[in-house]
């Protein structure tokens, strides 16, 4: 069973970058599906998470309104559009599978992790 987060990089204040996460091994379909990040020095934190059932979401504070969670289901895969970034988004971002299909937060209600992906924010 694997996640594997690809799409960061370099950009610019103000630009725009779009995560994706393809999982393998496993059906994640009917799994809720979570965002993550961790800038230097901090701990890792939510950022968003999308239900299978219904396509839910939830997001952290700092990002609502500019990024966007969505899923392929066809494609085994959860996207992050990453809009209007700022030096603060720094950080390596994880995706994650969780069995039981309800939003959640805590990074321990989430069962399965990718390897990460840097997203870098100059300003």
């Known amino acids: 069973v694997q996640l594997q987060a690809s799409g960061g990089g370099l950009v610019q204040a103000g630009n725009s970058l779009r995560l994706s996460c393809a999982g393998s091994?496993?059906?994640?379909?009917?799994?809720?599906m979570g965002w993550f990040r961790q800038a230097p020095g901090k701990e890792r934190e939510f950022v968003a998470a999308i239900t299978w059932i219904g396509g839910f979401t939830g997001y952290a504070d700092s990002v609502k309104g500019r990024f966007t969670i969505s899923r392929d289901n066809a494609k085994n895969t959860v996207y992050l559009q990453m809009n209007s970034l700022k030096p603060e988004d720094t950080a390596v971002y994880y995706c994650a599978a969780k069995i039981h299909s309800t939003i959640a937060r805590r990074q321990d209600e989430y069962d399965y992790w990718g390897q990460g992906t840097q997203v870098t924010v100059s300003s």
């Open positions: 091994g496993r059906d994640f379909s009917r799994n809720t």
